[in-house]
């Protein structure tokens, strides 16, 4: 989770010179009960300048956001991994990255007035 939301506090920050706010949770399961990790954010539309001051953003580069996530989260992995398990998943990883060439898949649904309906879902 500390890594998603780095990656959307960079990419408000380098765009738009703004920290967004974040709430972020992880999920084990999908709605199946299968095995299926993944990270739900919500991020203000917008966020705080360094003066202090409120400034609207209504746009997210998804494509560029699916591509980072993915460069992100196969680095996360293999930075925890021993030599040895590095020489047996690297394969997997690599197999990973090109397989996905839009990178991984990142679903984003611009709904407001829906807060705490998405708050009690991510949080449960």
Not at 98 to 121: A, D, I, M, P
């Amino acid at each position: 989770m500390d890594k998603a939301a780095r990656l959307i506090i960079d990419l408000f920050q380098k765009k738009v010179k703004v920290t967004p706010g974040i709430i972020a949770g992880l999920h084990t399961f999908g709605s199946r009960i299968n095995y299926n990790p993944h990270v739900h954010i919500m991020v203000t539309m917008g966020g705080i300048t360094k003066e202090g001051e409120w400034k609207g953003y209504d746009f997210i580069p998804f494509a560029m956001l699916r591509k980072q996530w993915q460069t992100v989260g196969l680095k996360f992995i293999r930075c925890h991994l021993t030599k040895v398990e590095k020489k047996l998943v690297q394969p997997r990883l690599q197999m990973a990255f090109s397989e996905n060439g839009k990178g991984f898949y990142v679903y984003t649904s611009k709904q407001s007035g829906k807060v705490k309906e998405q708050l009690r879902y991510i949080g449960r």
